[in-house]
């Protein structure tokens, strides 16, 4: 099955600081690559995605870089805010198996 | 549109009993993928259902068990619990595959003592 690593597994940033979470996959066939952002006691929520034929995408504070030939995607948060403190994880979708494997989360604390 | 619902919230059952979580996808969406969330093993695949069919099963004991009904609903079994089965429990619809924006439900919070 896929391996997926995620690092940091915790990141604290003042506030404006930008922040970079990286997420590693063994699988080479994998072509999706999604962010999902999971405030305390509340659902995971899709805050980006990208497909494996695009190397960058942006939607204002976030984006996520592609780089397929080291196996890795990761999420950049510009201008952080204390609302976006919460849990952030990667689940790259195996191309064979159409099987997400989430990494184990990076917890985000931006302080104020 | 509304999101997607499960039902129940929150479960309390002891070792050896079976419990039934219930999925209700966002109006429209065929795929249905539930998740056990855990501190230890973090987000982990259960299985997708798509038109009443399994399509893709994680590496779960066949105690845990699911289906589909035509109108895209999604229940989930698990048989002679385990304390180890406490978890929280997700599910959540795209519209036709998981390679898709998924849709997570608020989840069942279930504790098995």
């Given at each position: 099955?896929?391996?997926?690593?995620?690092?940091?597994?915790?990141?604290?940033?003042?506030?404006?600081?930008?922040?970079?979470?990286?997420?590693?996959?063994?699988?080479?066939?994998?072509?999706?690559?999604?962010?999902?952002?999971?405030?305390?006691?509340?659902?995971?929520?899709?805050?980006?995605?990208?497909?494996?034929?695009?190397?960058?995408?942006?939607?204002?504070?976030?984006?996520?870089?592609?780089?397929?030939?080291?196996?890795?995607?990761?999420?950049?948060?510009?201008?952080?805010?204390?609302?976006?403190?919460?849990?952030?994880?990667?689940?790259?979708?195996?191309?064979?198996?159409?099987?997400?494997?989430?990494?184990?989360?990076?917890?985000?604390?931006?302080?104020? | 549109?509304?999101?997607?619902?499960?039902?129940?919230?929150?479960?309390?059952?002891?070792?050896?009993?079976?419990?039934?979580?219930?999925?209700?996808?966002?109006?429209?969406?065929?795929?249905?993928?539930?998740?056990q969330q855990t501190p230890g093993q973090g987000l982990q695949f259960l299985f997708?259902?798509?038109?009443?069919?399994?399509?893709?099963?994680?590496?779960?004991?066949?105690?845990?068990?699911?289906?589909?009904?035509?109108?895209?609903?999604?229940?989930?079994?698990?048989?002679?619990?385990?304390l180890g089965d406490s978890a929280l429990y997700l599910c959540a619809s795209s519209?036709?595959?998981?390679?898709?924006?998924?849709?997570?439900?608020?989840?069942?919070?279930?504790?098995?003592?």
């Amino acid at each position: 099955g896929e391996n997926v690593e995620q690092h940091p597994s915790t990141l604290s940033v003042q506030e404006g600081d930008s922040a970079v979470i990286k997420c590693t996959y063994s699988d080479s066939a994998s072509n999706y690559f999604p962010w999902y952002k999971q405030e305390l006691g509340k659902r995971p929520q899709l805050i980006i995605d990208i497909r494996s034929n695009v190397g960058e995408k942006k939607d204002q504070r976030i984006a996520v870089t592609l780089n397929k030939t080291a196996k890795h995607f990761s999420l950049h948060i510009t201008e952080t805010q204390p609302e976006d403190s919460a849990v952030y994880f990667c689940a790259p979708l195996s191309g064979g198996s159409y099987i997400p494997t989430f990494g184990r989360g990076t917890s985000l604390i931006v302080h104020p | 549109k509304a999101g997607v619902t499960q039902t129940p919230r929150y479960l309390i059952k002891t070792r050896g009993q079976q419990v039934t979580l219930s999925c209700s996808p966002i109006s429209g969406h065929r795929s249905v993928s539930w998740y056990q969330q855990t501190p230890g093993q973090g987000l982990q695949f259960l299985f997708e259902y798509f038109s009443e069919t399994q399509r893709n099963k994680g590496n779960f004991p066949g105690r845990f068990s699911g289906r589909q009904f035509s109108n895209s609903r999604s229940e989930m079994n698990v048989s002679t619990l385990e304390l180890g089965d406490s978890a929280l429990y997700l599910c959540a619809s795209s519209l036709l595959t998981s390679s898709e924006t998924q849709y997570f439900g608020p989840g069942t919070r279930l504790l098995v003592l």
